[in-house]
């Protein structure tokens, strides 16, 4: 197999392949100035690398909160709602599946017109709503009808912007 299938199956970069050939981690010819690297050689060395290395945390990527509008208030109860706007650039790999430009623009435009709530105070009724989760701590006034955006993208948002947010 090529470097690239090898960093593909072994999940590290083409450059980490080279160096394992380089080095004889890996058994691997060089023909033609490729790297032709054997299938069980690497088997081998994937497996002896899952067995030293730890589990990897996932990272979660940082949202560019700069392009929404964030505002909170508490109510007389206490509880502090916060309501996030204009969220559709966080979710340009969602728009870009639309194929249609004028779909894709519809898309953007019932997005910012809908909102995000965070709330800081749980409440179990709203776990009878399909557009809420965690006992109403996310919610959205989106309830869907756009080609590849659910109501359960929208709320796995929310969740990504209230973990920054406590962060």
Same mark, same amino acid.
């Not at 060089?30 to 069980?40: E, F, L, Q």
């Not at 730890?54 to 109860?77: F, G, M, N, W, Y």
């Given at each position: 197999?090529?470097?690239?299938?090898?960093?593909?199956?072994?999940?590290?970069?083409?450059?980490?392949?080279?160096?394992?050939?380089?080095?004889?981690?890996?058994?691997?010819?060089?023909?033609?100035?490729?790297?032709?690297?054997?299938?069980?050689?690497?088997?081998?060395?994937?497996?002896?690398?899952?067995?030293?290395?730890?589990?990897?945390?996932?990272? $979660?990527?940082?949202?560019?909160?700069?392009?929404?509008?964030?505002?909170?208030?508490? $109510?007389?109860?206490?509880?502090?709602?916060?309501?996030?706007?204009?969220?559709?650039?966080?979710?340009?790999?969602?728009?870009?599946?639309?194929?249609?430009?004028?779909?894709?623009?519809?898309?953007?435009?019932?997005?910012?017109?809908?909102?995000?709530?965070?709330?800081?105070?749980?409440?179990?009724?709203?776990?009878?709503?399909?557009?809420? /989760?965690?006992?109403?701590?996310? $919610?959205?006034?989106? /309830?869907?009808?756009?080609?590849?955006?659910?109501?359960?993208?929208?709320?796995?948002?929310?969740?990504?912007?209230?973990?920054?947010?406590?962060?």
């Amino acid at each position: 197999m090529n470097t690239t299938t090898a960093a593909i199956q072994a999940h590290v970069t083409v450059a980490t392949i080279r160096t394992w050939c380089r080095n004889g981690i890996i058994a691997a010819t060089k023909t033609a100035g490729r790297w032709i690297i054997s299938a069980a050689s690497l088997a081998h060395r994937i497996a002896i690398g899952a067995m030293k290395r730890p589990a990897r945390q996932e990272t $979660r990527p940082v949202l560019d909160l700069t392009a929404v509008t964030i505002k909170s208030r508490t $109510r007389p109860t206490g509880e502090t709602i916060t309501r996030v706007s204009g969220y559709s650039a966080l979710l340009t790999d969602k728009l870009n599946a639309i194929a249609d430009a004028g779909d894709r623009a519809h898309a953007r435009e019932v997005l910012n017109r809908t909102d995000i709530i965070l709330s800081d105070t749980p409440d179990p009724e709203w776990d009878k709503e399909f557009y809420a /989760r965690h006992a109403g701590l996310s $919610r959205t006034t989106y /309830r869907g009808g756009l080609p590849t955006i659910t109501i359960a993208d929208v709320l796995d948002l929310a969740d990504e912007i209230r973990a920054q947010l406590s962060a």
